[in-house]
């Protein structure tokens, strides 16, 4: 099994954000992941490495940098409660741009999936 990477990308704004990565040999598809409220956190990195566990070349962007860099929340109320506010925060423009960053790093498989998960 191909490990996990982060790495940084630019959106089409300038912006410079963390991202996690899995890229197996021979993927022949790609899937953005799209973090919960709780940011790229040891789960969301799990999904990713299971989703390449089957092949594909996955990426989590880590959307909330242009709030706040580095979030990883845990799953009790004061994380919900932060979590909550950062996605508050959060202006969908910018982010889009950050997925759309994310969709390009990945494309030269040919096909993208996007999947969401709670605030994504």
């Known amino acids: 099994m191909t490990t996990g990477s982060h790495l940084q990308l630019t959106a089409a704004d300038g912006h410079t954000f963390d991202n996690y990565e ?3 040999d021979g993927a022949r598809a790609s899937i953005v992941v799209v ?3 709780f940011g790229v956190n040891p789960h969301i990195r799990s999904l990713v490495d299971r989703y390449a566990e089957y092949g594909y070349h ?3 962007p880590a959307v909330f940098d242009r709030v706040e860099r580095g979030v990883e929340l845990d799953y009790d109320a004061e ?3 932060k979590g909550r506010d950062l996605a508050g925060a959060i ?3 910018p982010v ?3 997925v759309a ?3 390009e790093h ?3 498989t040919g096909q993208v999936g996007i999947v969401g998960l709670c605030f994504g």
Request: charged share 15%.
């Open 79 to 81: 994380g919900i409660a």
């Open 22 to 24: 899995v890229h197996p």
């Open 101 to 103: 960053a994310a969709v």
């Open 91 to 93: 202006k969908w423009d």
């Open 58 to 60: 996955v990426i989590a």
């Open 106 to 108: 990945v494309s030269s």
């Open 35 to 37: 973090q919960e409220i």
């Open 96 to 98: 889009i741009a950050d």
